[in-house]
């Protein structure tokens, strides 16, 4: 999994959206089981720019949230999994994936800004196949290096949901 930045504009929108009420952000165009499809058109851009968003929080910590993005690049030509953990996550221990108990491998944090700390990957053919396939990703965070705490994020929908993304 390695790093990627771009659509800077989307990001911030989705951002703002953990500080925000979860419909104010953005226009939810379609709902795909526990996806949302939102779009918005960000200043100075000239098409529409949409996303798959997912709100989670820990079942056990309900102050550990997640907001999952998955999004196309503006080219077209790629494909980025974006996930905003919380501040005070321990940076260094990055972000663990597991895809229906099998583990997938951790991404880096490329940045935090207020409202959280943005893990990105580009999601190659064979980490797309698995989430279109699986039931449920767990998304690990480390709060000390011997502490993970695992949030799961239903993957119903989500075929169907991304293959939606224009």
Do not use: H, Y
């Amino acid at each position: 999994m390695m790093p990627l930045l771009g659509r800077a504009g989307l990001i911030l929108m989705l951002l703002s959206a953990l500080a925000a009420p979860a419909g104010a952000q953005g226009i939810v165009k379609n709902n795909f089981g526990d996806w949302q499809l939102r779009c918005e058109t960000p200043a100075g851009a000239r098409s529409e720019q949409c996303a798959l968003v997912q709100n989670v929080a820990a079942e056990d910590r309900p102050n550990v949230t997640l907001l999952v993005i998955m999004l196309k690049t503006a080219d077209a030509k790629s494909r980025l999994l974006r996930v905003v953990a919380p501040l005070g996550v321990l940076l260094p221990a990055g972000l663990g994936l597991k895809i229906d108990n099998v583990d997938v491998g951790r991404a880096g944090f490329v940045r935090c800004l207020t409202t959280g700390c943005v893990a990105e990957v580009v999601m190659e053919d064979n980490l797309l196949n698995q989430f279109k396939a699986g039931k449920t990703a767990t998304f690990i965070v480390f709060q000390t290096p011997e502490e993970g705490v695992g949030i799961p994020v239903s993957l119903e929908g989500f075929a169907p949901g991304f293959d939606s993304l224009p």
